[in-house]
């Protein structure tokens, strides 16, 4: 099993940053990619930015140059630098992990999610 534990969520004004973090612990070792989705409540969870074991990354259309998603694998940790924030980035935001490395697909971890308000 694999724990997920985001922090770093919180209020802040448009125009304002915030920064996420999400630890890995447990049974890490299968895990290629993390990253970090989000949800409002009557739509479904996006995607928001995912970094593989190599630093590839990928963000959403939505918050390309304002985001920017890090990893630290000596760590288990995952990092979502989010600058220049909207009222629409406002949701619950969510760490995942997959485990692709041993394998097992549509069975990722996932935290329990941190609250992100941006008020205008």
């Known amino acids: 099993q694999v724990q997920l534990v985001e922090s770093g969520g919180g209020s802040v004004q448009a125009g304002g940053s915030l920064r996420l973090s999400c630890a890995a612990s447990?049974?890490?070792?299968?895990?290629?990619?993390m990253g970090w989705y989000r949800q409002v409540p009557g739509k479904e969870r996006e995607l928001v930015a995912t970094?593989?074991?190599?630093?590839?990354?990928n963000y959403a259309n939505s918050v390309k140059g304002r985001f920017r998603i890090s990893r630290d694998n000596a760590k288990n940790t995952i990092y979502l630098q989010m600058n220049s924030l909207k009222p629409e980035d406002t949701a619950v935001y969510y760490c995942?992990?997959?485990?692709?490395?041993?394998?097992?697909?549509?069975?990722?971890?996932w935290g329990k999610g941190t609250l992100v308000t941006v008020s205008s």
């Open positions: 995942n992990a997959d485990r692709e490395l041993c394998f097992i697909f549509g069975m990722d971890y």
């Open positions: 447990g049974e890490t070792i299968c895990i290629s990619a």
């Open positions: 970094v593989t074991g190599d630093n590839i990354t």
